[in-house]
């Protein structure tokens, strides 16, 4: 059984080093590049063990250079079966926006909008 909950938000940014600094200040986040060829900075809210698991109540995140200006921050909601709610967002008038991709050592991502225009992520986990 998956908790439909945020497991993940993205924060889109035109400059990340200047963001990084400003959630980092802010919050006193932990903000790190990640290590590949994409650029790509992790964000830690809550401590992680060896893993990246959480150590504690809370959702972590990423930021990435955001390539549209349109483009929001966005939460990843677990889910058990993607093809199926891929499936239910389309029934209930939402909109895929990007479908379905692997994301190594993760799992399945698909990026939608609800019917308000609002964007929203599907994750299902690695099991």
Do not use: S
């Not at 992680?48 to 549209?68: C, I, T, Y």
């Not at 909008?113 to 929203?120: A, T």
Request: hydrophobic share 40%; no cysteine; aromatic share 10%.
């Amino acid at each position: 059984m998956v908790d439909h909950t945020i497991v993940h938000f993205e924060i889109p940014a035109n400059n990340l080093e200047k963001l990084k600094t400003f959630y980092e200040q802010l919050f006193g986040w932990k903000i790190f590049r990640a290590p590949g060829p994409v650029d790509y900075y992790m964000i830690y809210t809550v401590p992680v063990d060896e893993q990246g698991m959480a150590l504690r109540p809370g959702v972590n995140g990423g930021m990435f250079h955001k390539d549209e200006p349109q483009l929001k921050p966005v939460n990843y909601i677990a889910v058990e079966d993607i093809d199926k709610y891929t499936k239910k967002v389309k029934d209930l008038g939402g909109t895929i926006t990007r479908p379905k991709q692997e994301v190594p050592g993760v799992g399945y991502i698909v990026l939608a909008v609800d019917p308000e225009g609002n964007p929203v992520a599907l994750l299902q986990p690695m099991m």
